[in-house]
């Protein structure tokens, strides 16, 4: 299968590039940023230009839109962000239709659900934290509650993809919505890796090369269709236990099952069950409360 990786040259398109290279694919790299160390030769290319955009989709049977503006802060002011994501994402989607690919996965944020700030755990334990969350344990089928500029941007391309499989029902159209992405292969000591995990985004993370292999699996396996995931690694909650972490900062959140029967605050099981995905790292150990 030709796959067109967008933003080949950052963390996640560079590794899911990695991936797909190494299950036989045939892959198209494209970024504006040149990495001499890419896994591949990328072909420059600004998304904002849609012209550019067809000639880089044209001949791949599908797409890995990994090229936006990676958070909150990467743009000024906010309306450029919103503009240029958004362009960015219509000008690929529809590229991607007109041209016939039948399969592709936009990389959506965690954000697109809920985000308040980036509160991470520590062994101070935060107070006065309000979470909006729906319910626990949270899934990809939460409603949208964005909340900043970028958030926003996810969520209107999550309807973009959505609206485009409904016109188009050959089309394999599927939003992963990804928490942070720490790279735990890297870190000799696992337990300074749990500052990735943030109050505000559920304690949800994802290794940055299980991030990959998902986003090879839908490629490669999901239906025609719209879906959307919210994956995570797991945690080992140890000494605070998940029925005190809801407890303390979840309480006013409804409960999707008895406290007792929860030992993860994301419910990935759409995502094992629709594309048989796992994380295949080890769960990512809280610090312990001095």
């Keep these: ?33 040149y990495r001499p160390d890419a896994p591949l030769r990328l072909e420059m290319a600004d998304l904002l230009d849609e012209i550019a955009t067809y000639r880089l989709v044209e001949g791949c049977e599908a797409v890995a839109h990994c090229g936006n503006h990676p958070h ?35 990389i959506s944020s965690i954000q697109a659900i809920s985000h308040t700030g980036h509160r991470r755990w520590h062994k101070k334990r935060e107070q006065n934290i309000t979470c909006r969350f729906p319910y626990l344990p949270i899934d990809g089928d939460a409603p949208p509650n964005p909340s900043n500029a970028y958030a926003l941007s996810k969520v209107l391309g999550e309807q973009m993809l959505q609206h485009l499989a409904q016109q188009h029902p050959q089309l394999s159209a599927t939003a992963i919505r990804l928490p942070g992405l720490p790279d735990l292969n890297n870190r000799p000591d696992r337990r300074l890796a749990s500052k990735w995990l943030s109050i505000n985004e559920c304690f949800a993370y994802l290794e940055i090369n299980d991030a990959a292999r998902l986003v090879a699996r839908a490629l490669e396996k999901a239906a025609p269709g719209y879906r959307q995931y919210l994956p995570s690694g797991r945690v ?15 309480t006013h959140i409804p409960l999707r099952q008895p406290v007792d029967q929860i030992d993860q605050l994301i419910d990935t099981t759409a995502v094992s069950d629709q594309l048989g995905w796992q994380p295949q790292t080890d769960p990512l150990v809280m610090e312990p409360v001095d």
């Design 72 to 106: 909150f802060y990467a743009v000024t002011p906010a309306q450029r962000l919103l503009r240029e994501n958004l362009a960015m994402n219509a000008n690929v989607c529809y590229a991607a239709v007109d041209l016939g690919v039948h399969n592709l996965v936009f």
């Design 236 to 250: 080992d909650f140890g000494q605070h236990g998940v029925a005190n972490i809801i407890q303390r900062y979840y």
């Design 1 to 33: 299968m030709k796959v067109l990786v967008t933003g080949a040259a950052g963390r996640l398109g560079s590794a899911v590039c990695n991936v797909l290279l190494a299950h036989g694919h045939e892959v198209r790299g494209t970024d504006r940023a």
